[in-house]
Nanobody
Framework: QVQLVESGGGLVQPGGSLRLSCAAS??????MGWFRQAPGKEREGLSA????????YYADSVKGRFTISRDNAKNIVYLQMNSLKPEDTALYYC??????????????????WGQGTQVTVSS
């Protein structure tokens, strides 16, 4: 049984940093992704990491500011977020897929989702 639990969200000032964690039990060798959804907006794919070769993928909106990584020994996927902006405010989710993912930033590619962790960027 796959269980994804996000943590690390909170309130941060513009320009600040946060590191989100996704504890992924039962998701060994799964492709993992991070998504977010702000009120009134569609879900947005932010970043993903392949289970095959560790390739990483980023949306243009976060490229250069966010970094995804995974600790396979601990089954944790991280999203390091730097230079945060007010428009980064959203509920952040991690997702997992046991299948070969083609469109890594597309939510429909993923079968399992966490409950989300809130990130608020405000002064």
């Amino acid at each position: 049984q796959v269980q994804l639990v996000e943590s690390g969200g909170g309130l941060v000032q513009p320009g600040g940093s946060l590191r989100l964690s996704c504890a992924a039990s039962g998701a060994d060798y799964y492709a993992m992704g991070w998504f977010r959804q702000a009120p009134g907006k569609e879900r947005e794919g932010l970043s993903a990491i392949s289970s095959f070769d560790g390739s990483t993928y980023y949306a243009d909106s976060v490229k250069g500011r966010f970094t995804i990584s995974r600790d396979n020994a601990k089954n944790i996927v991280y999203l390091q977020m730097n230079s945060l902006k007010p428009e980064d405010t959203a509920l952040y989710y991690c997702a997992a897929s046991p299948w070969a993912v083609v469109a890594f930033l597309k939510g429909s590619e993923y079968d399992y989702w966490g409950q989300g962790t809130q990130v608020t960027v405000s002064s």
